[in-house]
T-cell receptor, first 116, second 111 residues
Framework: GAVVSQHPSWVICKSGTSVKIECRSL??????MFWYRQFPKQSLMLMAT?????????EQGVEKDKFLINHASLTLSTLTVTSAHPEDSSFYIC????????????FGEGSRLTVL | GQQVMQIPQYQHVQEGEDFTTYCNSS?????IQWYKQRPGGHPVFLIQ?????EVKKQKRLTFQFGEAKKNSSLHITATQTTDVGTYFC???????????FGAGTQVVVTP
């Protein structure tokens, strides 16, 4: 089946620095990818929709200048957390949209960000 | 927008017992999906339900979609330690691939 890969799996950074997370679709082209955030013991919350070749669409309450999304190719979307603060520490997960017959959506392995 | 309530949020099960997790919506749903997330892992797709009254089985897992398409359930029989994790229901919102997740049911299995 389709595979979505995320990198890095985990990252620790200092407060005020920026961190880039990559999401790749390995065996299919994804015109649309989605970024979710999950705090400990909580559910996944959609942050934004990443559209290849155009601007991302952000959910209400998500700062677009803080969470920069770039979808420059059909297999790669990146999420950059700018000027990270400890409250940005979370599990960031991407998914790629591919219209499988079963309705299945494919998620990356997730990236755990810890901001010190 | 559409919202879904998932209960219980936590389920402690003895190995071999059955349990059920439920998702309820105040509005009619076009479809509902179920995912399993192991501790430290990412969500893994289990199934999608589309039709009113639909029942689907995957080995010990039985998924139901209510007749009014406002609720869904996941029933696991003879729970095993491999069933540990959090089970989420999820709705497709205004466009394909955009999911709204329920709160999840965290399942702990005691041997």
């Amino acid at each position: 089946g389709a595979v979505v890969s995320q990198h890095p799996s985990w990252v620790i950074c200092k407060s005020g620095t920026s961190v880039k997370i990559e999401c790749r679709s390995l065996d299919f082209q994804a015109t649309t990818m989605f970024w979710y955030r999950q705090f400990p013991k909580q559910s996944l919350m959609l942050m934004a929709t990443s559209n290849e070749g155009s601007k991302a669409t952000y959910e209400q309450g998500v700062e677009k200048d803080k969470f920069l999304i770039n979808h420059a190719s059909l297999t790669l979307s990146t999420l950059t957390v700018t000027s990270a603060h400890p409250e940005d520490s979370s599990f960031y997960i991407c998914s790629a949209s591919w219209l499988a017959d079963t309705g299945e959506l494919f998620f990356g392995e997730g990236s755990r960000l810890t901001v010190l | 927008g559409q919202q879904v309530m998932q209960i219980p949020q936590y389920q402690h099960v003895q190995e071999g017992e059955d349990f059920t997790t439920y998702c309820n919506s105040s509005t009619t749903l076009s479809n509902i999906q179920w995912y399993k997330q192991r501790p430290g892992g990412h969500p893994v797709f289990l199934i999608q339900l589309v039709k009113s009254g639909e029942v689907k089985k995957q080995k010990r897992l039985t998924f139901q979609f209510g007749e009014a398409k406002k609720n869904s359930s996941l029933h696991i029989t003879a729970t095993q330690t491999t069933d540990v994790g959090t089970y989420f229901c999820a709705l497709t919102t205004d466009s394909w691939g955009k999911l709204q997740f329920g709160a999840g049911t965290q399942v702990v299995v005691t041997p």
